[in-house]
């Protein structure tokens, strides 16, 4: 018995069953769906199920269901740009201000102090001048006190 019959004989049974289009293929003819049509209705529902998820997570971001990490335990107090790629940011974590170097490649902490008002202050000398240089000067100190250990 060569191939092609044994293959016949094993496709009749499901054929039988109500299998569409395996009776046809059972007997030699053309299967009667054709690949090109399956393939653009499987394209189709493929884009259509991707389409639903990206629109309820939408939904779900636009209605505040989404969180990002616990509520109230991070705050970004501010931030300011030093150069094209780096930048300061005042974090409160709990009680605590930590004051964080950003770069391209890294997060650097530079100081951490207990949390004060909303807008921190300075620490002045006599006549209202800001002790100890001014804040660039003490920044470029402590990232190369970083830097060297």
């Known amino acids: 018995m060569n191939a092609v019959a044994r293959l016949r004989r094993a496709v009749l049974p499901l054929a039988a069953v109500g299998v569409p289009g395996l009776a046809r293929a059972a007997e030699g003819g053309a299967p009667a769906i054709s690949s090109a049509g399956s393939l653009a209705q499987a394209g189709l529902g493929l884009f259509g199920v991707i389409a639903l998820i ?3 997570a939408w939904a779900a971001r636009r ?5 990002h990490g ?4 991070m705050k970004v107090i501010g931030s300011t740009m030093l ?12 009680e605590t201000w930590l004051v ?6 890294e997060i650097r902490t530079l100081h951490s102090m207990p949390a004060g008002p909303a807008t921190p202050s300075a620490p002045s000398g006599p006549g209202g001048q800001i002790s100890g240089g001014s804040f660039a000067e ?10 060297k250990s």
């Open 70 to 73: 616990p509520q109230g335990m």
């Open 54 to 56: 990206l629109g309820l």
């Open 100 to 105: 964080l170097g950003v770069s391209a490649g």
């Open 63 to 67: 209605a505040g269901l989404v969180r």
């Open 83 to 94: 150069g094209a790629r780096q930048r300061l940011v005042l974090v409160e974590v709990g």
């Open 138 to 147: 003490k920044l470029l100190r402590s990232m190369q006190e970083n830097f």
